[in-house]
């Protein structure tokens, strides 16, 4: 090899190193760190090796997770106000409040509803959603039903007082129910006058 080879291999050795170096000064200078700037160097894009772990959001109150509460009374074992997430079931909520009591009807209520924002959620015992039936089906078209009525209902009747009501019950409990509405007046103190009052208002349905 001759000597002017050796001189400008010698110098092409040097210029490189002076581009290294300014190049490394460069990326120091211009805020990308030692780390970034040995990344660089060595061919790896620093935007693409580093990735800073960056702290976690807090969960945003989006509709998949905002929180509603429903008001659970009757027969549970903890009734009360109840922490549930939109769109949860009336089973939910029941749980939440630990559960069904021993008497509760659990039939009564659908539990696959969806329950909203401040609803009430009653559970009723089996006694109590029995009289609630017999409350509805004997308001059927606007008439009380003489085979169903409760006291209090059966002495809403004109000239039906505590111990008529009492009467009425206590016949159709011994004899099976009223076949007509005309049978009532077979109820001791029961007499035409009476039922011509009532007669407009009661049903054997």
């Known amino acids: ?58 969960p945003r109150n989006t509709p998949e997770n905002r929180m509603i509460y429903i008001y659970v009374c009757g027969a549970v074992i903890n009734p009360g106000v109840v922490e549930l997430t939109e769109g949860s079931r009336a089973d939910e909520a029941v749980q939440a409040a630990g559960g069904f009591a021993q008497d509760a009807d659990i039939s009564y209520v659908n539990l696959a509803a969806r329950v909203s924002d401040g609803e009430k959620l009653l559970i009723p015992t089996m006694d109590e959603a029995q009289a609630l039936i017999r409350e509805a089906e004997s308001r059927t078209n606007g008439l009380i039903n003489i085979n169903q009525a409760d006291l209090s209902e059966l002495c809403t009747l004109s000239g039906i007082g505590e111990s008529r009501a009492y009467d009425i019950i206590a016949y159709r409990e011994s004899g099976g129910g009223f076949q007509t509405i005309e049978e009532i007046m077979n109820v001791p103190g029961i007499k035409e006058n009476t039922f011509n009052k009532i007669k407009d208002k009661i049903t054997v349905e």
């Open 1 to 58: 090899m001759k000597i002017t080879d050796l001189l400008f291999d010698k110098k092409s050795r040097i210029v490189r190193e002076l581009l290294t170096g300014c190049l490394l000064i460069c990326v120091v200078l211009s805020g990308c760190g030692r780390k970034e700037a040995q990344l660089v160097i060595e061919g790896v894009p620093a935007s693409e090796a580093y990735d800073p772990v960056l702290p976690e959001e807090e």
